[in-house]
């Protein structure tokens, strides 16, 4: 029977077979990256008539080789690493990941990580210095999440529709348009549709579940014990990235939590056993969720069926393409 250490040890090798080190780097001409780039990698597994089986690597340029993140038996939060804030300049451009980086000049803004601040917090840290001289913890550098942001958004427009105070069937207007709640839900998740999640931060905002004094959604993930999924200081006008003081450095995902809180989504899943582990949303308000989930149509970066038949085409996770993006040819 596989155990939580063989899972992590797959995961690992899995990394140094594919030599993310040598990745071809736009910005230097593609030449190979200058440093290892980050990668936060978690995975749960729920065999049949077996306990679950987890596990979480991270690698880095500070851990090239890898760390194994700690998980107690109840699945709770890592232990062994200190997550520290992505960074940008002046100019609101993320600096951490660019090829002259200079990780050892860097004052580094810790993220709470079992409760506490939401976020960064205004104290920083030396690059080179230990995270916490009473611990062996080691540094993540926690990279923007990009997109999957999507998710805690739409998660909290059903926390909304179980407080209720926002309806799936409800119209709502964003620049210039009116449509469902479902409906900019359902091209924020399919289709990753900027302008929906910018609509659907409008949405949080206006109805009091996220703002600079009231965040529903933290308090909700802080009750779960998810405190590395954050999103900070987006704006009632849906503002959500760099430019709105919201995006790079504000707004947390780590894949452990990631995966957690997609368990805790999963109807079919055992129940979850780390402390305050709960269903996060009601059956009402997660079905459609899940659903747009199921539906999604970008299978091309981790699965890579949309590229099937593209020169150059490299086999990725399967999955199954929804027939709604296929057309009657058979192309996606």
């Given at each position: 029977m596989i155990t939580n250490d063989d899972?992590?040890?797959?995961?690992?090798?899995?990394?140094h077979d594919?030599?993310?080190?040598?990745?071809?780097?736009?910005?230097?001409?593609?030449?190979?990256?200058?440093?290892?780039?980050?990668?936060?990698?978690?995975?749960?597994?729920?065999?049949?008539g077996a306990p679950p089986?987890?596990?979480?690597?991270?690698?880095?340029?500070?851990?090239?080789?890898?760390?194994?993140?700690?998980?107690?038996?109840?699945?709770?939060?890592?232990?062994?690493?200190?997550?520290?804030?992505?960074q940008t300049n002046r100019e609101l451009v993320s600096t951490a990941w660019l090829p002259d980086a200079d990780?050892?000049?860097?004052?580094?803004?810790?993220?709470?990580?079992r409760g506490g601040a939401a976020g960064a917090t205004t104290a920083s840290i030396d690059a080179d210095a230990d995270v916490d001289a009473d611990t062996d913890d080691e540094r993540f550098v926690v990279p923007y999440p990009a997109?999957?942001?999507k998710l805690m958004v739409a998660?909290?427009?059903?926390?909304?529709?179980?407080?209720?105070?926002?309806?799936?069937?409800?119209?709502?207007?964003?620049?210039?348009?009116?449509?469902?709640?479902a409906d900019w839900c359902e091209d924020m998740i399919?289709?990753?549709?900027?302008?929906?999640?910018?609509?659907?931060?409008?949405?949080?905002?206006?109805?009091r579940l996220l703002g600079p004094e009231r965040n529903v959604l933290h308090a909700r993930f802080d009750a779960l014990g998810l405190h590395?999924?954050?999103?900070?200081?987006?704006?009632?006008?849906?503002?959500?990235?760099?430019?709105?003081?919201?995006?790079?450095g504000q707004i947390h995902m780590s894949a452990w939590d990631t995966t957690r809180l997609l368990w805790l989504l999963d109807p079919d899943a055992p129940a979850a056993p780390w402390r305050g582990a709960q269903p996060i949303l009601s059956a009402a308000a997660r079905d459609p969720l899940l659903g747009w989930l199921r539906d999604q149509a970008l299978h091309e970066i981790l699965s890579s069926t949309v590229l099937a038949g593209v020169p150059g085409w490299v086999a990725g996770m399967p999955a199954q393409l929804p027939a709604r993006w296929i057309d009657a040819s058979g192309a996606a």
């Open positions: 899972l992590a040890a797959g995961l690992l090798a899995a990394v594919l030599d993310f080190g040598a990745t071809a780097d736009s910005l230097r001409g593609g030449a190979a990256v200058a440093q290892m780039p980050s990668l936060d990698l978690a995975l749960v597994a729920f065999p049949s089986v987890w596990a979480n690597v991270l690698v880095s340029r500070d851990h090239p080789r890898g760390v194994v993140a700690r998980i107690g038996p109840d699945a709770g939060s890592v232990s062994n690493v200190s997550y520290v804030a992505d990780w050892s000049t860097t004052r580094w803004l810790p993220l709470a990580t997109s999957l942001l998660v909290g427009v059903g926390i909304g529709v179980d407080a209720g105070v926002i309806s799936y069937a409800d119209a709502w207007s964003f620049a210039g348009r009116s449509r469902s709640v399919t289709i990753s549709g900027n302008d929906s999640t910018s609509a659907m931060v409008a949405l949080l905002h206006q109805r590395l999924l954050r999103i900070n200081n987006t704006q009632a006008d849906g503002g959500w990235g760099n430019a709105a003081g919201a995006g790079v």
